[in-house]
Every structure is written in structure tokens, then in C-alpha cells.
């Protein structure tokens, strides 16, 4: 089964880039889709974006401009860039995989929490 | 964007209980209508996939079902470890979206 685990910085100040890498263990990133997905504090979900092992793209139009998804096949990782923070931008991300019959987010890492402040 | 309207925003229910959880989308999404659960400080989980597909490991309790762009997710005698938020989430079309969550409480 496949396990994933988000690794970065927990705090961030504005203005600057958050980055987030997710390792993928359990089975090859050369397969699936693979996303990133936040949660802002006692607040709901929001999908950011997925990325294939090809290095297709797809991204949330609300994050489009600040956002850029990366993988690296040979590490078996894949990344999140977030230019631009804000507060509004503190929140758990999590990484996810990508059923990729039904299209449903099937496995998830723990998340983490990135908050952006001074 | 496709909206997922989910109602109720918190529901108090007992052990036992049968709990309905709903989700309307805002135009046609066929069957790309997945269901997770969320634990305080966990990640979600996948219980249903395709409108109606149990993940292996949940209970059968847990099932789901449409009529039109309205979707059930249904409890059927609700346990203990049920406590918990619950979302549904298409995936028909980009960008994929949730909705807001309900959260069941003990009563």
C-alpha cells in the first residue's frame, strides 16, 4: 500500500515561498496522479493541484499564478511551491495519490502545518 | 466550478442512530462523487469512491447512492469510532471541489 509523508518548513513568512516535498514509499510514482490538498485551520478542504509522472499539470485557477507542482521520478517525490504567502495560506497540507479509476484522492499523507507569519 | 453544497453543516446523533449526509453538485457529475472522513488532527480517509464503491477495510454500514446531482452518504446504525467530519468531493471536473463538510456529534 502506498504511504506518503510531507516534509518542509512550518513556518513561513509572508511575502515569500512556501515549499513542501511529499516522499512516496510503498510503490513507484510512475504511475498514479499525485496532489496537494489544504486545510486552514477549522476550516474545509481545498484541492491545489495534481501532477502526473510525466509532469502534467493541473492547478486549482483560485492558486494558479502563486503555484507550481514538481516531481522527481528518480527520488520517488513530488513538490509544492506556493509563492506570494499570506496569512490566508496558513493551513495543513496534505499530499494525496490519485485513484486513477475513479479520480478520488485514495491514499494520504499526515499532513503538515505551514503557518505564515513574522 | 462545480459546487458541492453539502447539508448538514453538524448533525447530534446517538449510537444506533441512521445518519443521511447529502450532497448536491451544481450541474451533472455522473459518478465522480467520492466520500472521505476526517478524525480531529488525522487526515481524511476514502470510505466510498464512484458514488457508491466501499473502500476495502470500511464497514457496511457505510453506503452511498444518487438521484440526479444529489448524493447520499448513509450510516446505517451509527458507532463510536463515527464521530468524526465527513466530506464529499467531485472529481468531474477541474478544479475538483469539496464540499463544506458535516460534522457528526454525539447526542
Known amino acids: 500500500q502506498v504511504q506518503l509523508q510531507e516534509s518542509g518548513p512550518g513556518l513561513v513568512k509572508p511575502s515569500e515561498t512556501l515549499s513542501l516535498t511529499c516522499s512516496v514509499s510503498?510503490?513507484?510514482?510512475?504511475?498514479?496522479?499525485w496532489s496537494w490538498i489544504r486545510q486552514p485551520p477549522g476550516k474545509g478542504l481545498e484541492w491545489i493541484g495534481y501532477?502526473?509522472?510525466?509532469?502534467?499539470?493541473n492547478y486549482n485557477p483560485s492558486l494558479k499564478s502563486r503555484v507550481t507542482i514538481s516531481i522527481d521520478t528518480s527520488k520517488n517525490q513530488f513538490s509544492l511551491k506556493l509563492s506570494s504567502v499570506t496569512a490566508a495560506d496558513t493551513a495543513v497540507y496534505y499530499c494525496?495519490?490519485?485513484?486513477?479509476?475513479?479520480?478520488?484522492?485514495?491514499?494520504w499523507g499526515q499532513g503538515t502545518l505551514v503557518t505564515v507569519s513574522s | 466550478d462545480i459546487q458541492m453544497t453539502q447539508s448538514p453543516s453538524s448533525l447530534s446523533a446517538s449510537v444506533g442512530d441512521r445518519v443521511t449526509i447529502t450532497c448536491r453538485a451544481s450541474q451533472t457529475i455522473n459518478n465522480f462523487l467520492h466520500w472521505y472522513q476526517q478524525k480531529p488532527g488525522k487526515a481524511p480517509k476514502l470510505l466510498i469512491s464512484g458514488t457508491s464503491s466501499l473502500q476495502s477495510g470500511v464497514p457496511s454500514r457505510f453506503s452511498g447512492s444518487a438521484s440526479g446531482t444529489d448524493f447520499t452518504l448513509t450510516i446505517s446504525s451509527l458507532q463510536p469510532e463515527d464521530f468524526a467530519a465527513y466530506y464529499c468531493q467531485q472529481s468531474f471536473g477541474t478544479p475538483w471541489t469539496f464540499g463544506q463538510g458535516t460534522k457528526v456529534e454525539i447526542k
Open positions: 494525496a495519490s490519485v485513484d486513477t479509476a475513479m479520480v478520488a484522492f485514495d491514499f
Open positions: 510503498g510503490g513507484s510514482i510512475s504511475s498514479y496522479y
Open positions: 501532477i502526473y509522472y510525466t509532469g502534467s499539470t
